[in-house]
């Protein structure tokens, strides 16, 4: 679960929201609306890491895309078959 705290509060007691955005990420707001989520290193490393993979994405070739798309999980992943199956539905 997310924190949503003002960003008057957070300059007040940013050591703390720094302890917080550790466990949880917390969202900071300015003017009641939310502006940035203050979240861990670990969390940010890891989010970037997953947008490099998907750019890299864009440079495989057509057979190499479609070797992709007829790929499937191994038996005892069978509910992220079903995922694939149903976004590629939703998309079409």
Same mark, same amino acid.
């Given at each position: 679960? /997310?924190?949503?705290? /003002?960003?008057?509060?957070? &300059?007040?007691?940013?050591? *703390?929201? %720094?302890?917080?955005?550790?466990? @949880? !990420?917390?969202?900071? /707001?300015?003017?009641? =609306? !939310? =502006?940035?989520?203050?979240? *861990?290193? @670990?969390?940010? #490393? =890891?989010? &970037?890491?997953?947008? =490099?993979?998907?750019?890299? /994405?864009? @440079? #495989? &070739?057509?057979? +190499? #895309?479609?070797?992709? +798309?007829?790929? @499937? %999980?191994?038996?005892? #992943?069978?509910? $992220?078959?079903? +995922?694939? $199956?149903?976004?590629?539905?939703?998309?079409?």
């Amino acid at each position: 679960m /997310t924190s949503t705290v /003002t960003a008057a509060a957070v &300059s007040k007691n940013f050591g *703390a929201y %720094q302890d917080a955005a550790v466990r @949880e !990420p917390v969202i900071i /707001t300015k003017n009641g =609306r !939310p =502006r940035i989520v203050l979240i *861990a290193y @670990e969390d940010y #490393l =890891r989010l &970037s890491r997953r947008d =490099r993979r998907v750019e890299a /994405t864009a @440079e #495989l &070739s057509d057979a +190499e #895309l479609a070797a992709v +798309e007829k790929a @499937e %999980q191994e038996p005892c #992943l069978d509910h $992220l078959n079903a +995922e694939l $199956l149903a976004d590629k539905q939703a998309a079409d």
